[in-house]
C-alpha cells in the first residue's frame, strides 16, 4: 500500500517569541517576534520546506494561539490531523533572545501546557498506518502519560512497518532537573532521566543527539563510552552532532574516535543563532534519510540546513526550502553571514512565503479577483463626499466583495486605510487577499502617505497578511532626477516591507506619463529589478497586444521565477474593454487576475453620494458588476487552457 505521509513527529508544539532587538537581556527586549515553536513542530515545517509530507501529534489550547499553530502548520503543508485540541489547558509558550553569539536565553511557560497532556487516546491508528516514519523527542518521554502516548504510536510504527526515529532533545528543566531560568542549559547529570530514556532505546532505527545529549542517554560524560552504553541497547544508526566539527553517523559498532565515522561536509558560517538548529539539521537529517540517501549525502543536507537555521532569527522560519537548499549546495557559501547573502535571502523569503489563507505550499492559488477600492483623491473629490461617508461606502463595497467571495479562496480586495479604515479591518479573518495602498494619491515624484512615517516605521503596525501596495507613475524616459526621487522611495519602501514580514506589490502606469510600446513596462520592470527590488506582486495596466505581456512577463521570469503574479488594473474602463483585455492577458500564466475598482463602484459611489442610491441598492448593484468580472476572468482563462 503506498502511504499518503511520510513522517509524523510527535511531541511538543509551542509559541516561540523571539526577542526582535540582538545584543541585549531577555529583561530588556523591547518588541517580540511570533513563531511556531517546539522540536517536533519545528521538524514538520522543516521537512515539509524540503517536499517531504509530514504530519503531527501534538495538543494545543482552544485559543488564538492554538488556532494560530494550526493554522500556520496548514499553510507549511503539515497534516494537522494529529493536532487535538484541549479544552482546558493553554498553548506552551517560550520566550527566547539572542544575547550574543554564545548566549541565547530562553524561559519555557509550559505548566500544565496543552501539549504535555497529550495521552493514549490521542494516537490515531489510521495517521501512523499511513506514514513511513514516525519520530519522537525526548521531552515527551519525561512524562507517564505522554510517554504511554510515544510508546503506542512507536509500537503502530512497527506494525504498520513505518521506520522510527529519536530526536533526543534534551531540556534539562522540561525534566524537573533544572530550574525556570535555567531554559538555556543543555546538559545536567541525571541518573533518573538516564535511565528512563535508557528504557526506550531499544525502540529506535535512528537516534539523533549532541553530545551532551548522548551523555544524558548513554550516562556518561565521555562521549564514546556514552555512544557504546546507547549501542549497547539498540541497534539503531547513530547521529552525533558535533557543533562547528560537523556530525557523524555509526551504523555498527562504535570506534574510538568520533572521527571514524561516517560524516557529510560542514559550512563556514557565522554563528548568529544556535536557538533550533538542532530542528532543522534533523529535518534535513530525515530528508536524507527517508530518501534513502547514503549517510555522508544525508549529513550534508542536515549541515546545510543546521548552517541555515544559525545564521538567522527564529527557529522554523529559518529553515530553507528545498530550492533554497539546492541553490545552496550547488553554488556554496558566499559571505558567511547567510542572513545578509542578498540571492540567498531572495530565493529563502520567495520559497517560504506566507501562504494565502485558504492555500497551501501544495496547493497555491491559481486566479485572484481582487475588487479594488483603495481610491481615495476619487471618492474625495465627488459631490457629496465627506471622510465620514466615504468610510461608510467603503463598508458597502466590502460587504459587495464578501458576498461574491462566499468564503471561497481567489478573491481580495484593495482598501486604505485613511479613509476605509473601518472596513480594512473588518477584513480580518475573512479570508480575503487584502493590500493596502502607501501613496500618496496621484504624487509624482512619489510620496507616501503621512501614517507610513519618515522612517517607514508605520508598517511595524501591519497585520502580516497585508500586502504593501505602492502606485508608482513613471516611465524608461523620465529624467533622471525624476527617477532618483522615486527609485529612492521604492527601494526604502521595498526594505521596510521586508524587515516587517509583508509582501510588497509594485504597480506602474507609464501611459499616464507618456506614450508607450510593447516593451515600455518591460523596461520600467527590469529597471526596478536592477536596483534589487524584488515584488512579490505586479499591478500593470492593460496591454493590448500579446506581445507586450509577454516581453512584460520575461522580464519578471528573468529575475524572479517565484513571484506570487501579475494583477491587471482596470483605469475605469468599461465592461467590454476589460473583457478583451482579460482574454489577451489570461493566455499568461504568470498573470495571476485582476484589480478593478472604478469600473465597479464608479457611478455607483457617485449616485450614493448624492442620495440618489441607499445601501442596499448600491451593494447589489457593485455585487453584480464585480461577480460578472469574476466570470468574465474565469471565462478568459478557460478559454486560454483551451
Known amino acids: 500500500m503506498t502511504k499518503k505521509l511520510d513522517l509524523v513527529t510527535i511531541g511538543r508544539s509551542s509559541i516561540d517569541l523571539y526577542g526582535a532587538q540582538v545584543g541585549g537581556r531577555l529583561e530588556d527586549m523591547g518588541a517580540f517576534q511570533k513563531y511556531v515553536g517546539g522540536s517536533p513542530t519545528n521538524m514538520a515545517v522543516g521537512t515539509a520546506r524540503l ?44 520566550l527566547l533572545g539572542i544575547r550574543d553569539e554564545h548566549q541565547f536565553p530562553l524561559i519555557f511557560y509550559r505548566e500544565n501546557c496543552a501539549d504535555m497532556a497529550l495521552c493514549e487516546d490521542d494516537i490515531d491508528e489510521a495517521l501512523i498506518a499511513d506514514t513511513r516514519a514516525v519520530v519522537a523527542t525526548g521531552t515527551h518521554l519525561s512524562h507517564p502519560r505522554t510517554k504511554a502516548a510515544v510508546l503506542k504510536a512507536l509500537a503502530l510504527a512497527r506494525q ?79 547521529v552525533c552532532k558535533r557543533g562547528a566539527a560537523g556530525a557523524v553517523a555509526f551504523t555498527g559498532a562504535v570506534p574510538d574516535s568520533l572521527d571514524a565515522g561516517e560524516t557529510g561536509p560542514g559550512f563556514p558560517i557565522e554563528v548568529f543563532n544556535v536557538l533550533g538548529a538542532g530542528d532543522g539539521f534533523m529535518s534535513g537529517l530525515l530528508k536524507g534519510w527517508l530518501d534513502d540517501e547514503k549517510w555522508p549525502r544525508a549529513l550534508k543536507y542536515a549541515n546545510a540546513c543546521g548552517a541555515f537555521a544559525v545564521s538567522r532569527h527564529g527557529c522554523a522560519p529559518a529553515y530553507p526550502s528545498l530550492a533554497e537548499l539546492e541553490f545552496f549546495l550547488d553554488r556554496g557559501v558566499t559571505r558567511p553571514d547567510l542572513r545578509n547573502d542578498a540571492a540567498l535571502e531572495q530565493i529563502h523569503w520567495s520559497t517560504n512565503r506566507r501562504a494565502l489563507r485558504g492555500e497551501s505550499r501544495g496547493n497555491p492559488w491559481r486566479d485572484i479577483r481582487v ?33 461574491v467571495q462566499a468564503g471561497r479562496p481567489g478573491y481580495g480586495i484593495l482598501c486604505d486605510n485613511r479613509l476605509g479604515k473601518t472596513a480594512l479591518h473588518a477584513t480580518a479573518g475573512t479570508g480575503l487577499w487584502v493590500g493596502r495602498p502607501v501613496e500618496w494619491p496621484g504624487s509624482r515624484p512619489l510620496s507616501l502617505e503621512p501614517e507610513i512615517g519618515a522612517d517607514y516605521g508605520g508598517l511595524v503596525e501591519w497585520p502580516l497578511d497585508h500586502v504593501v501596495k505602492v502606485l508608482c507613475f513613471c516611465h524608461p524616459d523620465d529624467d533622471a532626477a525624476t527617477w532618483a526621487q522615486q527609485e529612492d522611495v521604492v527601494k526604502r519602501l521595498f526594505a521596510a516591507a521586508r524587515r516587517n514580514r509583508l509582501e510588497f506589490l509594485l504597480e506602474v502606469i507609464p501611459s499616464k506619463v507618456a506614450p508607450v510600446d510593447d516593451m515600455t513596462t518591460a523596461r520600467i520592470i527590469r529597471r526596478f529589478y536592477d536596483l534589487g527590488i524584488y515584488p512579490d506582486w505586479w499591478k500593470l495596466e492593460p496591454m493590448k497586444s500579446a506581445e507586450a505581456w509577454a516581453n512584460a512577463v520575461a522580464a519578471i521570469e528573468d529575475n524572479d521565477p517565484n513571484t506570487r503574479g501579475i494583477v491587471i488594473l482596470g483605469l475605469d474602463a468599461p465592461e467590454a474593454e476589460l473583457a478583451a483585455s482579460f482574454r489577451v492577458a489570461a493566455a499568461q500564466p504568470l498573470v495571476r487576475g485582476f484589480a478593478v475598482g472604478r469600473s465597479i463602484f464608479g457611478d455607483v459611489a457617485r449616485a450614493w453620494m448624492e442620495g440618489k442610491a441607499d445601501d442596499a441598492g448600491a451593494v447589489a448593484e457593485m455585487s453584480a458588476r464585480y461577480s460578472r468580472l469574476c466570470e468574465i476572468w474565469d471565462q478568459a482563462r478557460r478559454a486560454s487552457a483551451g
Open 51 to 94: 517536499g517531504l509530507k509530514p504530519a503531527l501529534v501534538t495538543r494545543v489550547g482552544d485559543e488564538h494561539m492554538g488556532r494560530f499553530l494550526r493554522e500556520e502548520l496548514a499553510r507549511e503543508g503539515v497534516d494537522t490531523r494529529g493536532v487535538v485540541t484541549d479544552p482546558e489547558r493553554l498553548t506552551a509558550l517560550v
Open 160 to 238: 504498520h512497518g513505518a521506520r522510527t526515529a529519536l530526536d533526543i532533545d534534551y531540556r534539562p528543566n522540561l525534566w524537573g532537573v533544572a530550574g525556570h531560568g535555567d531554559g538555556e542549559s543543555r546538559f545536567v547529570e541525571s541518573a533518573e532521566v538516564t535511565a528512563k530514556l535508557q528504557t526506550t532505546l531499544h525502540l529506535f532505527d535512528l537516534i539523533v543527539g549532541t553530545e551532551e545529549e548522548f551523555h544524558i542517554a548513554g550516562g556518561s560524560t565521555d562521549t564514546i563510552a556514552a555512544l557504546r552504553a546507547v549501542r549497547a541497547l539498540s541497534s539503531a544508526t547513530l
Open 371 to 403: 475588487f479594488a477600492f483603495d481610491h481615495r483623491m476619487q471618492l474625495e473629490q465627488m459631490q457629496g463626499a465627506t471622510p465620514a461617508k466615504i468610510g461608510a461606502f467603503k463598508e458597502l463595497c466590502l460587504q459587495a466583495a464578501q458576498g
